[in-house]
């Protein structure tokens, strides 16, 4: 008999309904082969991504398991081969074109079973699971009725849940905006929505079409804490936008993020009210100098109205994507990368300033070597069985910094695993920094990262901004930095323009929230940066009130607000780092956030 441990992230299908555990509180779960059958018993107490309560047990209830062990009807989320991938994208583009895919996993426990991939979609419309079935790849087609599953859809704000209603029932929700669908939707539609689906007398709720449908926690989660009725800013407006999606959900959503922004800053100046823009989300893909594009019109539209934007620091810093440090002119540096057994992509970034002159040069794990052309365009070179594509940059109007960009792409199904050097050989140089990023973790494969990676940089962008509030996270319980937090850089080693991120840091680890939709309650514990940066725009948005609708301060916003916030804050005990108190951290910023300090000072 083998123990079987069921994560958070894991799918049952409990009597044929769809269950995606999220806090699992006990379980007792183990598998037995007997002649080649798989069986097995599981008790098990957990809370769903829609925030409900289960207690089941497979002597009771028929079970389905999708999880990571491979066991039974269990699928593994793998990487799949880029062959694969083509071949389903275009799949979906011809035959499902109202649905969005939005992952693939192989079942790899039954060599015969090997040609057959775990779907799931979404309808774009509704935001519902249109698809969770199996790909077959060797008739290139779907096998609809393996299992066809929809699940509750969960929404980018829940318009139901009590925390964002006021005493009367009416909701304190001014605008969500669906950039999936283009909808917009005003206070009265919503209260109008709340009114015609929710069932009072049974606790029960329609989310069919309701506005800003998805089918993740995510938003409500940080939403709650920022503005709840148990949050920080708990009396507050709301105005929410769910973001698009890129294209085939590859490239940073840079654009539906400056149109969000943009969106509540134009409701925020109609409604003549200060806003507290709250930005849980982050990439890895640019110079994280705060030049790019995003970092710069996030400077400036918080330089146009009375506003400020708090953006997450990322959970990368314990994630091994980042490499760099200075180069001087002769020497040689050499960054190892593992690459996993299922990796089917990479993108590689290198950063430099343009004035050094640095050459590069890939050996692959059979030790065969590539060198990079640094001169020119778009560059094509073949190993083994990997496609590598380079693409030289140049500084652009807003960033004095040049890319050296390399794309590793399988030929067959995945890229060669294993230790992947890159080589730096410097020419001339004058200045001899340099970064290297990997794309975020979660679009790694569980074993690709750097060997010997640099944890300071791994802040993900936009929170490199400069007029931005970047927030880490911290562990409450220990008075403690979280390790995976984004780091920044030290201003001693780099002079980048936004100064050392983060500004400041908040509560982040096993954050409890309460959620309650009609007479149920249920609780469950996130952690992340992305909760810590609702703590500070709460903490902004009160600021702000006191300012500029109270009438103390008719200028706390912007950067005099951050100030007011750095004022206040309190070293962060760092077990095992020597740190001078008076000197911002790029781990921490300048502390813990603390409003009753800041509020002590100001008046």
Request: proline residues 3%; charged residues 20%.
């Amino acid at each position: 008999m083998k123990n079987l441990e069921l994560k958070p992230s894991d799918i049952l299908t409990v009597d044929g309904e769809v269950m995606q555990i999220d806090t699992i509180t006990s379980q007792l779960a183990s598998i037995e082969d007997v002649g080649g059958q798989y069986k097995g018993s599981i008790i098990i107490k957990f809370y769903d991504k829609n925030g409900e309560f289960h207690d089941i047990n497979s002597d009771e209830n028929r079970i389905l398991m999708y999880t990571e062990d491979l066991v039974m009807s269990t699928w593994r989320t793998l990487e799949v081969s880029y062959k694969v991938r083509k071949n389903i994208n275009a799949y979906f583009k011809k035959m499902l074109p109202n649905y969005e895919l939005i992952s693939v996993a192989r079942q790899s426990n039954l060599p015969q079973d090997a040609h057959l991939y775990m779907i799931s979609a979404v309808q774009k419309k509704t935001g519902e699971y249109a698809v969770w079935t199996s790909w077959n790849e060797k008739i290139q087609n779907l096998n609809f009725g393996h299992y066809c599953l929809k699940p509750k859809a969960e929404i980018v704000l829940d318009i139901f849940d009590n925390a964002f209603r006021n005493s009367d029932g009416t909701t304190r929700i001014l605008n969500i905006y669906d950039q999936t669908t283009g909808e917009k939707y005003d206070k009265q539609s919503i209260d109008e929505y709340i009114r015609l689906n929710e069932d009072l007398s049974g606790g029960t709720f329609s989310y069919d079409n309701a506005p800003g449908v998805d089918n993740i926690m995510h938003g409500t989660d940080v939403s709650y804490i920022a503005a709840g009725s148990l949050g920080v800013a708990y009396e507050a407006d709301i105005i929410a936008v769910k973001m698009g999606y890129s294209i085939n959900n590859q490239f940073p959503r840079t654009t539906s993020l400056m149109d969000a922004i943009d969106y509540i800053i134009r409701k925020a100046i109609e409604y003549r009210k200060p806003v507290a823009v709250n930005i849980s989300y982050g990439c890895n893909y640019g110079a994280h100098n705060g030049n790019t594009l995003l970092e710069s019109f996030i400077d400036d539209i918080s330089k146009s109205y009375r506003c400020v934007i708090c953006v997450g620091s990322g959970n990368e810093a314990d994630k091994a994507i980042h490499f760099g440090g200075i180069i001087n002119t002769g020497q040689v540096q050499t960054a190892y990368l593992s690459v996993g057994e299922y990796q089917s992509a990479i993108d590689i970034q290198i950063w430099k300033n343009y004035w050094d002159t640095i050459d590069v040069m890939l050996i692959n794990p059979r030790g065969e070597q590539i060198g990079i052309i640094t001169e020119g365009r778009i560059n094509r070179y073949e190993t083994y069985n990997t496609e590598i594509i380079t693409l030289l940059g140049e500084p652009s109007p807003y960033n004095i910094y040049q890319e050296i960009y390399i794309n590793l792409i399988p030929k067959t199904d995945y890229i060669l695993s294993g230790i992947w050097q890159i080589v730096l050989m410097a020419g001339s140089i004058r200045a001899g920094e340099y970064n290297i990023w990997l794309p975020s973790s979660q679009a790694l494969g569980y074993a690709t990262a750097f060997n010997n990676p640099t944890a300071d940089g791994t802040i993900t962008i936009p929170a490199t901004a400069r007029n931005c509030i970047a927030v880490g996270a911290y562990n409450a319980y220990t008075n403690s930095y979280a390790a995976f937090s984004g780091r920044g850089f030290d201003n001693s080693i780099r002079n980048v323009n936004a100064g050392v991120k983060p500004d400041i840091t908040a509560p982040g680890v096993d954050i409890s929230i309460a959620r309650q939709r009609g007479n149920d309650i249920t609780y469950r514990n996130v952690t992340g940066t992305s909760y810590a940066v609702p703590v500070v725009t709460g903490a902004a948005a009160l600021l702000m009130q006191w300012g500029i609708v109270m009438g103390n301060d008719r200028f706390m916003y912007g950067e005099k607000l951050k100030a007011a916030l750095i004022d206040g804050s309190k070293p962060v005990g760092l077990v095992g780092i020597t740190r001078n108190d008076n000197q911002p951290d790029p781990r921490t910023g300048w502390g813990e956030v603390c409003l009753k300090n800041t509020l002590n000072k100001i008046l």
